[in-house]
């Protein structure tokens, strides 16, 4: 290993022309904006600075803990707050750099770091030292005179210690630390067997007649996909969205429908190398154990101790509220698609690689749309300057696009964003097409967050926004659906969250998991607006605006199709509650019995796989989402309600509105309550009828029976 890496450094030495080559991440970044010099970094980089981040850290710590000053907010909890500074500016960069562009190297120094790392974490969190001089201020935080911004990180603080295991006794804080290096071991685990079962698969193509259906830009990026990888002449589809998905919404051909439609939901469920069912016992196992270590009888309370839902019991009060309305609707649906199978001389039951197939077939026959017809008005640049022109109407900003900018792989781009008084807020990347390094889904991120240096100075964000767009063939322009659209300008509305935030402490800069996709999901109600249309919606080859007839049709045809979608959504929501409210864990649990079981006898139709299965479902047993799928729909309620402001002002570019948004949604970051500030923006709670009639659910008799009080 010491010789190893002597030999890398030797190797970087002449590659300087003998001079002595500096870690980029323990100097500040000479680079615009100070962003990071990717580019530059190599992987003993990362491994030197988590090292000497982790070392700086303890020793800040220890600097804290040995004072003989009288604990007081300033020495303790600003010092501790503060603390970190090149561990968090090292684990930034490699989590956003180890999602959109990673490899072996970085995988394997992932695993490597992430039990010092978890141990790291836990010798500060368990240090008794410190914790009794955060204990002494929080006590007599009457006396410090602190704002509200300096009493919510105490309060977060103090409350972050206990929930980390400072109150436990020596015995049980040694097994807390066995349990939270095994889950964070298990969570890279399943993330890195997800990815490499997304990209085993390939369905390759060589008889041109099995390309029926299929539309020609699907077809041409199949064509690219096989070029690459020296299949010249033929044509390759994977297991990334852009490309599973349109080929079972298209391809007339069922058989290869039904061989893509299995190796999709069946990824990590292949009893391979990379098979994750013992991996999710394990963790669901370590998971609990921990809850009841900490006091709570399970996984679930733990985690929703800290949001806005607060306990299992209102998460499923929603969930199930909707479960009905959304499986009537999906029905319907399922009729439909039968009447299709007929229309064409068949007799066989639908299965799940025929949904999407004939349901685009019965779209068409009910709304004479294609969601072809919508595409080439959606050239990606289009609705990236559309999503532009949204923020300018509603908050006075623009975007400059930069040249010449590090960037975090060679296709993204970079843009300044710039306040409407002239200011910079920050610098935001877009990093849109897959590949194999890059894992899937649609996010946005961070290189650096928006924070105050030690002398007062505002530090500027750096946002990243990430997605798994349809590729398009070399030469041609990226022609993105309506879904692809609604992402867009969904994870914009979280770069506009990491933009506008203005806070002074890191402790505080989090908003819950539940009220976190209210800033992105606001932001897709505008997507389709037809005003919004007008302006982005232009032919790609003619420049010609989206013709008023279609725009009718979409508008029509909008509600359509939610059955399906909610339904699949509220089912993985749903598997992710009933996995982490378990009291106890079979040593035999079969994952793939108890999903069947759980979502079978609440009357899931078998065409709809949950849209995340239990072996590929990264959101909960990857970590950040776990015991919180349901976040998307709980914040959906607030957004929902949200825009009815806008709708109810006859203006959907209300500036007043918008700057209430912006003052009491987008800035203070974690300082209020989340409910608080939902309040304090609405001037009144959420009511759950906008996001009925925003899916087409309102109108069920699972609902007007409600509505009549039966």
Known sequence: MVSALLSSSIAVFAQTGGQERVNPFLTEFNTPYGVPPFDQITIQDYREAYLKGMEEQKKEIDAIVNQRSVPDFENTIEAYDRSGQLLKRVSIVFGGQNSCNTNAEMQALSKEMAPLLSAHRDDISMNPRLFARIKEVYDNRDKFNLNKEQSKLLEETYKSFERNGANLNEADQKKLRELNQKISMLQITFGQNMLKETNAFKLVIEDKKDLSGLPDNLIAAAAETAKNLGMEGKWVFTLQNPSVMPFLQYADNRALRERIFKAYINRGNNNNEQDNKALIRDLLTARLEKAKLMGYKDYASLVLDTRMAKN???????????????????????????????????????????????????????????????????????????????????????????????????????????????????????????????????????????????????????????????????????????????????????????????????????????????????????????????????????????????????????????????????????????????????????????????????????????????????????????????????????????????????????????????????????????????????????????????????????????????
């Open 312 to 710: 299992e019991e209102n998460v499923y009060n929603l969930l199930d509220q909707l479960w009905e309305p959304a499986i009537e609707k999906a029905k319907e649906e399922l009729a439909d698609i039968k009447a299709e199978i007929k229309k064409e001389g068949e007799n066989f039951e639908p299965e799940g690689w025929d949904w999407r197939y004939y349901f685009e077939k019965a779209k068409k026959a009910k709304f004479n749309i294609d969601e072809n017809e919508i595409r080439p008005y959606l050239e990606l640049n289009n609705v990236r300057d559309g999503a532009f022109y949204m923020a300018k109407r509603l908050y006075g900003i623009t975007f400059r696009k930069l040249e010449y900018m590090p960037l975090p792989h060679p296709e993204a781009q970079a843009f300044e964003c710039i306040d409407k008084d002239g200011t910079s807020l920050g610098i935001i990347y877009f990093d849109f097409f897959p590949r194999e390094s890059k894992r899937g889904g649609a996010w946005c991120g961070s290189y650096r967050p928006q924070s105050y240096d030690k002398n007062g100075n505002k530090v500027l964000p750096i946002v990243t926004i990430v997605c798994n767009f349809t590729k398009p063939a070399a030469g041609e322009p990226a022609l993105l659906s309506p879904d692809e659209a609604t992402t867009l300008f969904h994870e914009f509305g979280h770069g506009l969250h990491g933009l506008f935030k203005n806070v002074h402490y890191s402790g505080v800069s989090g908003v819950p998991r539940d009220f976190v996709e209210l800033p992105s999901q606001i932001n897709e109600h505008w997507t389709f607006e037809p005003e919004m249309l007008k302006v982005y919606a232009k032919h790609y080859k003619t420049g010609e605006v989206i013709p008023q007839e279609l725009i009718e049709k979409l508008d029509k045809s909008g509600k359509y199709g939610q059955g399906f979608a909610t339904v699949e959504y509220l089912a993985a929501s749903l598997l992710d509650m009933d996995f982490h409210t378990l009291k106890s864990i079979p040593k035999n649990l079969n994952v793939m019995d108890f999903e069947n079981k759980v979502l079978g006898k609440r009357g899931i139709l078998k065409q709809i796989p949950s849209r995340y299965r239990s072996t590929y479902f990264n959101h909960t047993m990857g970590g950040g989402y776990t015991a919180g799928y349901y976040s998307y729909i709980w914040a959906e309620v607030l957004d929902c309600d949200a825009f009815g402001a806008y709708t109810e002002s006859g203006d959907i570019f209300n500036q007043d509105i918008a700057d209430k948004f912006r003052k009491y949604i987008l800035t203070p970051g974690g300082i209020d309550d989340a409910m608080d500030m939902y309040i304090n923006f609405r001037g009144k709670n959420p009511d759950i009828k906008w996001l009925l009639k925003k899916r087409g659910l309102d109108q069920t008799p699972a609902i007007e029976e409600k509505k009549g009080g039966k």
